[in-house]
């Protein structure tokens, strides 16, 4: 343990470490050009282009997401709404967004009365620990959201294709 | 070559409301990632998922590269009558690909 703390000194821990993490993200000399990834602007745009002028508001939606999750390329969601799925009182669509992928959206899932429940589940890629929100549009036209941050350990989408 | 997996119940009660879930092969190659030799690999997702009953869409989602590779998708509907349920996949590169499930719905 004393070695731990000697900077002048490489442990075998360290090294092993070191080789680990280069054996995971492929050559690490390379230099990886990273695409520009999406903002916290550009998520907030990404919802005003959905809702327009209309407020959206916190609350009937229920966004399940792990949030701590150890591989970013396959992360299980799911939405639901509290909603009664009538004729005259139904969710009409469900749109969800993050943060900090390249782009802000992550899928759009349209429905109506006639789907009983107001749930849908998916598996969703994550290129960084960030923020994951869910927009429900309801039959009378007002906005629902839920929002997760969800701390992510192993990246999606930027990784090198061997 | 496409797969599809589809879950349909084979036998509802009418006015049940049952889960479907579709799972479809595909790279779901998202655009962002290089090769080593610092070459961008081009876009290659499924961009559209629909599902009929009886001809009716009941249910659409719009798929971005945020989407895992095999898309997986789990949505609920009411049984109202026997029938068919038709899926359809739409991407990249002309790439379409269909399945289909039968229910039996009793009173």
Known sequence: ?162 | MASALVNVPSKARKGAVIEIRTLMSHIMEPGYRRTAAGDLVPRDIITSFSCRFNGEEIFRADLFPAIAANPFLSFFTVATESGKFEFEWIGDNGFVANASATITVEA
Do not use: Y
């Open chain 1, 1 to 162: 343990m004393r070695q731990m703390f000697d900077t002048s000194h490489l442990s075998r821990r360290h090294v092993l470490q070191f080789a680990g993490g280069a054996a995971i993200c492929g050559a690490l000399p390379v230099v990886t050009v990273r695409p520009a990834s999406a903002t916290p602007a550009m998520l907030a745009s990404a919802i005003r282009d959905l809702v327009g002028e209309a407020p959206v508001k916190v609350g009937k939606v229920k966004l399940e997401i792990p949030p701590l999750v150890e591989n970013g390329n396959t992360v299980p969601m799911t939405v639901s709404v509290d909603s009664p799925m009538t004729s005259d009182d139904h969710v009409k669509s469900i749109h969800v967004f993050n943060e900090k992928n390249p782009q802000p959206n992550i899928g759009n899932f349209h429905l109506g009365p006639r789907a009983g429940r107001a749930k849908v589940a998916t598996r969703v890629r994550l290129a960084d620990s960030q923020k994951v929100t869910a927009v429900a549009r309801l039959s009378d036209g007002s906005f629902w959201s839920a929002s997760v941050d969800v701390i992510v350990t192993l990246a999606a989408c930027t990784e090198e294709v061997p």
